[in-house]
């Protein structure tokens, strides 16, 4: 069965320095998708940034970099040059992939999250 | 554009009692999911539509728990003889299939059973 973990239920980080959040997954599929999501106290689900199994290269959107170590089965966030809007839940989720052009969607199974904090 | 919609925003009800909460999704998204999230915790699958293929199932916790898609689009989410447990945000999700893989959330509906 899928499994995503997150190590961290807090972080704590300086406005304009860099954070790590950890993600560790378990599956037994080859194709699988993973991806990180924003939760502001709103309660908003925001996408942040998307890793496919097979892509070779990291993904990165703007200040977001998603860390794939596909041998260690982990997917951290890397957030650079934080700001204080940056406080917030952070989810790591993992999708199958098995595509077929019938099969493009898929439940996301998510972590139990990690809670930035942002410092002045 | 209009993004994903849910309704009612809150709902209070009493142990017992039937609820049904609806989700209109992205107009021309195909596939449409339901999660569950209590105080805390991060998000539980629920039920996953796309097209006009058999739904998954499988996240439903119990035969109380149904939901529906009319016309590919519009999904109504019914929870039958409500219990404590079933308090949580349920949030709906669509995506546009082809390829896609982001999912693009509703604000959710936040349920309480007293």
């Known amino acids: 069965a899928q499994k995503i973990t997150q190590t961290q239920p807090g972080m704590f980080v300086q406005e304009k320095e860099a954070v790590t959040l950890d993600c560790t997954y378990d599956t037994s599929d080859q194709s699988y998708g993973l991806f990180w999501y924003k939760q502001p106290s709103s309660g908003e689900m925001i996408f942040l940034i998307y890793?496919?199994?097979?892509?070779?290269q990291n993904a990165t959107e703007g200040r977001y970099s998603l860390n794939f170590q596909k041998a260690r089965k982990s997917a951290n966030l890397v957030i650079s040059a934080s700001q204080l809007g940056d406080s917030a839940m952070y989810f790591c989720a993992m999708r199958e992939e098995g595509f077929t052009i019938y099969n493009q969607g898929g439940k996301l199974i998510f972590g139990q999250g990690t809670e930035l904090s942002v410092k002045p | 554009g209009a993004g994903v919609s849910q309704s009612p925003s809150n709902k209070v009800t009493e142990k017992g009692k039937d609820v049904e909460l609806r989700c209109d999704p992205i107009s021309g998204h195909t596939a449409l999911y339901w999660y569950r999230q209590s105080l805390g915790q991060g998000l539980e699958f629920l039920i996953y539509f796309q097209g006009n293929s058999a739904p998954d199932k499988s996240g439903l916790p119990s035969d109380r728990f149904s939901a529906e898609r009319t016309g590919g689009s519009v999904s109504t989410l019914t929870i039958q003889r409500t219990q404590q447990e079933d308090s949580a945000v349920y949030l709906c999700?669509?995506?546009?299939?082809?390829?896609?893989?982001?999912?693009?959330f509703g604000p959710g509906t936040r349920l309480t059973v007293t």
């Open positions: 890793q496919g199994s097979y892509d070779e």
């Open positions: 999700a669509s995506s546009s299939g082809l390829g896609s893989y982001e999912q693009y």
